[in-house]
Nanobody, 119 residues
Framework: QVQLVESGGGLVQPGGSLRLSCAAS????????MGWYRQTPENQRELVAT???????NYADSVKGRFTISRDYAKPTVYLQMNSLKPEDTAVYYC?????????????WGQGSQVTVSS
């Protein structure tokens, strides 16, 4: 069972920045991608950003140009740099890791990190 440990959430004012980190157990062997989803009480979990083991990135339209996902090449760790944060970015952010052959939206999940954007 893969363990994903997240860090970096918190409270920030609109226009501010936060950086989320997610460290997975094991290695990159067999991993197709890692990424971030977010969820609010009103909405379903939605994709924020993903990065594959080949460094292909994918972003939700709502975060393009503001968020950047990156990864550590030596160990299965990903980062989400969030700039120009808006109140609508407030959510619980979940780290996700998918092995090759696992369907989108499945795989292993972190415990969730609360991000609150408020003045």
């Amino acid at each position: 069972q893969v363990q994903l440990v997240e860090s970096g959430g918190g409270l920030v004012q609109p226009g501010g920045s936060l950086r989320l980190s997610c460290a997975a157990s094991g290695s990159w062997v067999g991993v197709y991608l890692m990424g971030w989803y977010r969820q609010t009480p009103e909405n379903q979990r939605e994709l924020v950003a993903t990065i594959t083991s080949a460094n292909t990135t994918n972003y939700a339209d709502s975060v393009k140009g503001r968020f950047t996902i990156s990864r550590d090449y030596a160990k299965p760790t990903v980062y989400l740099q969030m700039n120009s944060l808006k109140p609508e970015d407030t959510a619980v952010y979940y780290c996700n890791q998918r092995q090759w052959g696992v369907a989108a939206g499945r795989g292993d999940w972190g415990q969730g990190s609360q991000v609150t954007v408020s003045s």
